[in-house]
């Protein structure tokens, strides 16, 4: 038995599963996509039913047949040198269809596919699934239409934020700009037309949760923010927020089950407002969310992962 770990070498979440697995004595194998073909090496033949063959990647080898469990985070993408621009976009696809098919493939659970993380990852969808699951969410417009966006901050009383739709990291010539909840210029709204916009309405918060889903268990952590930054996105100002571990209302466990059914997940990190009157609020859930930075023993998500890969490996 096998666990496939694929992800980016500086995930310190996944740095942490790996402690866990190899504590449990589980065997293991870690590779990234973007370590294909360079350093990472197959051959798969498909017999009967399932794909038989082997990876390579320095002197470890591993049975495909062996693996019995896939840990999917985030790995980089393929990376090719030396070819043109025509035969490096073929390369690509050639990669993503041939390995990534058979890596996909597997006689195995996920946790996540990345064919299921990738459809989780779309918000409207989010809200959509988690209003049906029986959570409360906020009032929230996407659209290309300033007036669209003035006519709504007008119905919520002017109490609304933007969020990032897609990557919440912008790329420029000079450096990286990441992409923050903020409250919005409605006398400006300048490149609204562009694209796609997310609009919600900015609800009264007493905290925040940031709750880590794994298998059927549920694992929040409270977020009090101490600073007016924080107060909007607590990632603004790290030094501003405390953390506490605390349990997961029997209500909100049972609708994040739901979720997770429907979306056919066995792990994901959703974001709450808890409002003063005790209404929890979903604003987002992230199929690779990160959690590291809440890992502890009073909130073991380490331990719970490695331990759904490991049963998944007794079956």
């Known amino acids: 038995m096998t666990v496939l770990i694929v ?3 500086f995930e310190p979440g ?3 599963v790996v402690g866990e697995l190899a504590e449990a004595g589980v065997p293991m194998f870690r590779m990234d996509m973007a370590e294909f073909p360079s350093s990472l090496n197959f051959r798969a033949s498909f017999s009967e039913y399932l794909w038989e063959g082997v990876l390579t990647k320095g002197e470890r080898t591993v049975d495909l047949t062996a693996i019995q469990a896939v840990y999917w985070n985030r790995p ?3 990376r090719f040198s030396g070819l043109s621009a025509a035969d490096e976009h073929y390369a690509r696809g050639a990669a993503r269809i041939g390995f990534g098919g058979v890596i996909t ?3 195995a659970p996920y946790l996540n596919h990345p064919a299921k993380a990738s459809a989780a990852e779309f918000k409207p969808r989010q809200l959509q699934v988690a209003r049906a699951a029986g959570l ?3 009032r929230t417009l996407v659209t290309t239409d300033a007036g669209a966006v003035r006519r709504f901050s007008r119905m919520v009383n002017g109490q609304v934020v933007t969020k990032a739709l897609g990557a919440p990291v912008v790329a420029h010539a000079g450096g990286y700009e990441a992409l923050y909840t903020r409250e919005p210029d409605l006398e400006v709204l300048q490149g609204v037309e562009l694209t ?3 609009f919600q309405e900015r609800v009264e918060k007493d905290f925040e949760v940031r709750a880590v889903f794994v298998g059927d268990e549920c694992f929040c952590v409270r977020i009090d923010a101490e600073s007016d930054q924080a107060r909007i996105d607590w990632r603004l100002d790290y030094d501003a927020i405390k953390l506490t571990p605390m349990e997961t209302p029997k209500a909100v466990l ?3 089950q739901r979720y997770a059914a429907v979306m056919d997940l066995a792990y994901f990190a959703a974001d709450f407002i808890v409002q003063p009157s005790g209404r929890w609020l979903f604003l987002e859930a992230d199929p690779c969310g ?3 930075w809440a890992n502890s023993p009073d909130l073991p998500v380490a331990k719970a992962i490695a331990t759904v890969l490991k049963e998944w490996c007794e079956l």
């Open 76 to 78: 980089d993408g393929f």
């Open 136 to 138: 409360s969410v906020p």
């Open 105 to 107: 493939s597997l006689d």
């Open 14 to 16: 996944t740095d942490l």
């Open 7 to 9: 992800d980016n070498p």
């Open 196 to 198: 796609a916009h997310l």
């Open 290 to 292: 990160q959690w590291a």
């Open 254 to 256: 049972q609708s994040l």
